[in-house]
């Protein structure tokens, strides 16, 4: 397997397709986005993690280029598909990238060639709903005429530290044959596989990775709540228990989820659960303390400024932090878009700062921002607003000067431990 495709040139499929190209095998990457594609082309990285340089080098070498043209599979041995998998309206799974990026490959499938699932999805969806599509569009029988296996990607994005190489993969097959196949194609760039007995096997581990952290901080974004009602604070509670070398692992509250995967992920397994007549409980009760958390936020919010004889309606409120997480320029689904929302049907104006976000970009469910800019970090601009919220901690901001130059901060992540305050104008949150 020396040529393969990766579909989907996002935060999942392009790196991955620079490990495969740095290990020794010649990567087409093929997505819909003409700009993507022609961004990767030009060697320009469109993601702030990833340098345009190792694009550059990849093109350079001859072991990377990009295409729209689908039917280029015929060219290659094997084809890993990383397209999104997100929700519907009413938060039911939505496999339709998958379907259609199975439609538009099984023509040009190669006998022999191999297929894999990428994408974060309920069990099922590789042995069952991908292979159908991909039979009746080829001709051919997985298993049998092509291979086809599951493998979940565990990227962490803004992560310095994490490399697609030397995290374990997860890898099932259709059949021993195609487990086989797909562990022959990873071994060549990650170093260390961890082969389960089915897709569905490695579609469900996914699923449990991503529940466990959305219940896990369900579980401390209770105790903030109730430890806070108790006078404690819940920081200084999690950095205590986290001495223990054994039985725990520690989780940090927040404004509520956000990312492609947390708020997402666990509603694939409650839709699929259904089905079989069982019920997620726990996924139901973490999503409902999660969503409730930007609420939350805003009851503390209005508090703090009641103290200062400022009502919420008449506050002029600043976001500090579009980004879902720390020093990373991804503002799916974050939860400063909740608050956003929130703080202005009740009558705030609103605005927001995040160095990684200048201006927000089209989205599907917040498009009312569509064009919002960041306003700029300085004292005149900080100090014109009522309040500060401090969303996502980025590195990137000087937060002594913000003790110096607000007076009412409302801090959703424990920022402002670090840094001396005057006291009464930090509010945790
Ligand atoms: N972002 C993460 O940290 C992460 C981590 C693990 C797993 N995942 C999962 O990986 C999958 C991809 O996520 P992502 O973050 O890379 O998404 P993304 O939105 O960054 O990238 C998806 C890419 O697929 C392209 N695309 C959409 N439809 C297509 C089609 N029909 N054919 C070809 N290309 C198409 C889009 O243009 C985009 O470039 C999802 O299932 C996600 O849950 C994401």
Same mark, same amino acid.
């Given at each position: 397997?020396?040529?393969?495709?990766?579909?989907?040139?996002?935060?999942?499929?392009?790196?991955? +397709?620079?490990?495969?190209?740095?290990?020794?095998v010649?990567?087409?990457?093929?997505?819909?986005?003409?700009?993507?594609?022609?961004d990767?082309?030009?060697? *320009?990285?469109?993601?702030?993690? !990833?340098?345009?340089?190792?694009?550059?080098?990849?093109?350079?070498?001859?072991?990377?280029?990009?295409?729209?043209?689908?039917?280029?599979?015929?060219?290659?041995d094997?084809?890993?598909?990383?397209?999104?998998?997100?929700?519907?309206?009413?938060?039911?799974? =939505?496999?339709?990238?998958?379907?259609?990026?199975?439609?538009?490959?099984?023509?040009?499938?190669?006998?022999?060639?191999?297929?894999?699932?990428?994408?974060?999805?309920y069990?099922?969806?590789?042995?069952?709903?991908?292979?159908?599509?991909?039979?009746?569009?080829?001709?051919l029988?997985?298993?049998?005429?092509?291979?086809?296996?599951?493998?979940?990607?565990?990227?962490?994005?803004?992560?310095?530290d994490?490399?697609?190489?030397?995290i374990?993969?997860? !890898?099932?097959?259709?059949?021993p044959?195609?487990?086989?196949?797909?562990?022959?194609?990873?071994?060549?760039?990650?170093?260390?596989?961890?082969?389960?007995?089915?897709?569905?096997?490695?579609?469900?581990?996914?699923?449990?990775e991503?529940?466990? *952290? +959305?219940?896990?901080?369900?579980?401390?974004?209770?105790?903030k709540?109730?430890?806070?009602?108790?006078?404690?604070?819940? $920081?200084?509670?999690?950095?205590?228990?986290?001495?223990?070398p054994?039985?725990?692992?520690?989780?940090?509250?927040?404004?509520?989820?956000?990312?492609?995967?947390?708020?997402?992920?666990?509603?694939?397994?409650?839709?699929?659960?259904?089905?079989?007549?069982q019920?997620?409980?726990?996924i139901?009760?973490?999503?409902?303390?999660?969503?409730?958390?930007?609420?939350?936020?805003?009851?503390?919010?209005?508090?703090?400024?009641?103290? *200062?004889?400022?009502?919420? =309606?008449?506050?002029? !409120?600043?976001?500090?932090?579009?980004?879902?997480?720390?020093?990373? =320029? =991804?503002?799916?689904?974050?939860?400063?878009?909740?608050?956003?929302d929130?703080?202005?049907? *009740?009558?705030?104006?609103?605005?927001?700062?995040?160095?990684?976000?200048?201006?927000?970009?089209?989205?599907?469910?917040?498009?009312?921002?569509?064009?919002?800019?960041?306003?700029?970090?300085?004292?005149?601009?900080?100090?014109?607003?009522?309040?500060?919220? !401090?969303?996502?901690?980025?590195?990137?901001?000087?937060?002594?000067?913000?003790?110096? $130059?607000?007076?009412?901060?409302?801090?959703?992540?424990?920022?402002?431990?670090?840094?001396?305050?005057?006291?009464?104008?930090?509010?945790?949150?």
């Open positions: 397997m020396n040529k393969i495709a990766v579909i989907g040139l996002g935060y999942v499929g392009l790196p991955l +397709s620079l490990q495969f190209a740095q290990s020794g010649s990567v087409l990457g093929l997505d819909i986005d003409p700009a993507k594609v022609e990767c082309n030009a060697g *320009r990285s469109y993601i702030k993690h !990833i340098p345009g340089a190792t694009i550059a080098d990849a093109l350079k070498r001859g072991a990377f280029s990009a295409s729209k043209d689908f039917s280029r599979v015929r060219e290659v094997a084809v890993l598909i990383c397209v999104p998998t997100p929700l519907k309206k009413n938060r039911e799974p =939505d496999i339709s990238y998958v379907l259609k990026t199975g439609e538009a490959i099984a023509p040009h499938l190669r006998r022999g060639a191999l297929v894999v699932l990428e994408s974060t999805t069990p099922g969806t590789t042995d069952e709903n991908l292979r159908e599509v991909l039979e009746r569009g080829s001709g029988k997985a298993g049998a005429d092509f291979h086809l296996a599951y493998s979940p990607e565990r990227e962490d994005p803004g992560n310095p994490s490399k697609i190489a030397e374990p993969k997860v !890898i099932g097959g259709f059949t044959a195609c487990l086989e196949k797909a562990k022959a194609l990873y071994a060549r760039a990650v170093k260390t596989l961890v082969p389960v007995s089915s897709c569905r096997a490695a579609e469900a581990t996914k699923l449990l991503n529940i466990f *952290r +959305s219940v896990n901080i369900a579980l401390v974004n209770e105790l709540v109730v430890y806070a009602a108790m006078g404690i604070d819940v $920081w200084e509670v999690i950095h205590a228990a986290k001495t223990k054994f039985g725990f692992m520690p989780f940090y509250p927040g404004p509520g989820l956000g990312g492609h995967c947390i708020p997402i992920d666990p509603f694939y397994l409650a839709w699929k659960a259904r089905e079989h007549g019920h997620t409980r726990f139901e009760l973490a999503g409902e303390i999660n969503t409730a958390m930007p609420e939350h936020v805003v009851h503390r919010l209005a508090e703090a400024l009641a103290a *200062r004889k400022t009502p919420l =309606d008449r506050s002029r !409120i600043l976001l500090l932090g579009l980004a879902y997480k720390p020093d990373v =320029d =991804d503002m799916r689904e974050s939860p400063t878009f909740a608050l956003l929130l703080l202005k049907n *009740r009558g705030a104006e609103v605005a927001y700062h995040d160095s990684h976000i200048p201006v927000i970009r089209p989205t599907r469910e917040r498009g009312h921002w569509t064009g919002t800019k960041s306003v700029e970090w300085n004292e005149k601009t900080v100090r014109s607003f009522d309040a500060v919220l !401090i969303a996502t901690a980025h590195k990137a901001v000087n937060y002594q000067q913000l003790a110096d $130059w607000c007076d009412c901060i409302i801090d959703t992540r424990n920022a402002m431990a670090a840094v001396k305050t005057r006291a009464g104008t930090v509010w945790k949150a």
